[in-house]
């Protein structure tokens, strides 16, 4: 396994629409771990291949660190909401690539995830909760969609301008959680 660097805020790649994976051959378990390592290592909850600027419908997500259970990292490739609940919850929100932002979105309260796991077996879990949360948070990223696009214009707009003017300063900074 290797550390991989994280894209950050305002770079373009982010934006990106990720195309599926086709074969699960060594190259994307690889990058399956690189991504896990790299989540962890930040660390964060949530991770997906565009945040390491590859445009690949993966992502990695381990809910456990956060009450100290032993590690449940979850592979999926290509996965995709097929049902959302009418009703909405609201959880604050922060992403590995918009370091130390916090902001609270709201998004359908439970969702229906399909995928394929690292066997190419396909897998569905219905998920409520931060899990669902974080799982329409990841699933954004292979679409381009970032959760400040779920947040008012005003403020979207603000924290972009912040990394846009610290991007053109080239400050080194830490990752925050997300
Ligand atoms: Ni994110």
């Known amino acids: 396994m290797a550390l991989r660097s994280i894209i950050n805020l305002p770079y373009s790649r982010l934006r990106l629409v990720s195309k599926p994976v086709t074969i699960l051959d060594h190259q994307v378990l690889k990058l399956f771990d690189?991504?896990?390592?790299?989540?962890?290592?930040?660390p964060g909850i949530?991770?997906?291949a565009i945040q390491l600027g590859i445009d690949a419908r993966m992502v990695t997500l381990d809910l456990s660190k956060r009450d100290d259970s032993p590690p449940q990292p979850l592979f999926l490739a290509n996965p995709e909401i097929v049902w959302s609940s009418e009703e909405r919850s609201s959880f604050e929100e922060g992403c590995?690539?918009?370091?130390d932002f916090y902001e609270e979105v709201e998004r359908p309260a439970k969702v229906l995830v399909r995928w394929q796991d690292r066997q190419g077996a396909v897998q569905e879990m219905e998920?409520?909760?931060?899990?669902?949360?974080?799982?329409?948070?990841?699933?954004?990223?292979?679409n381009g969609v970032l959760f400040i696009d779920h947040i008012s214009r005003l403020k979207r707009e603000r924290v972009i301008r912040k990394f846009t003017k610290m991007a053109k300063r080239d400050v080194p900074r830490d990752s925050g959680r997300g």
């Open 127 to 142: 998920a409520e909760g931060l899990l669902a949360t974080a799982l329409q948070h990841e699933i954004d990223h292979l």
């Open 46 to 48: 949530g991770l997906a």
């Open 34 to 42: 690189d991504m896990l390592e790299t989540m962890y290592d930040a």
């Open 96 to 99: 590995l690539s918009i370091p």
